[in-house]
């Protein structure tokens, strides 16, 4: 958990240098700081639904005619 933590202060911080940086403004890089992480974890959650509903697709297409899949 401590790793996960230091990564998100990390990203905290890099999102609030890149918005001070491109602006001037303190605020501007306080709000991409907030808004930014918020709207790559949404992306991410939708990015991992993508590619598990293609990893579904991809074993069904290699899966014999007629053999019905394992119970889980």
């Given at each position: 958990?401590?790793?996960?933590?230091?990564f998100?202060?990390?990203?905290f911080?890099?999102?609030?240098t890149?918005?001070?940086?491109?602006?001037?403004?303190?605020?501007v890089?306080?709000?991409?700081?907030l808004?930014?992480p918020?709207?790559?974890?949404?992306?991410?959650?939708?990015?991992?639904?993508v590619?598990?509903?293609?990893?579904?697709?991809r074993?069904?297409?290699?899966?014999?005619?007629?053999?019905?899949?394992?119970?889980?």
């Amino acid at each position: 958990m401590s790793k996960t933590f230091s990564f998100a202060c990390v990203h905290f911080t890099v999102a609030f240098t890149v918005g001070y940086l491109l602006t001037g403004s303190i605020a501007v890089g306080g709000t991409v700081a907030l808004v930014e992480p918020l709207c790559n974890t949404f992306a991410y959650h939708l990015h991992e639904k993508v590619w598990a509903w293609l990893a579904s697709r991809r074993a069904a297409e290699t899966e014999p005619a007629g053999v019905l899949p394992a119970a889980a």
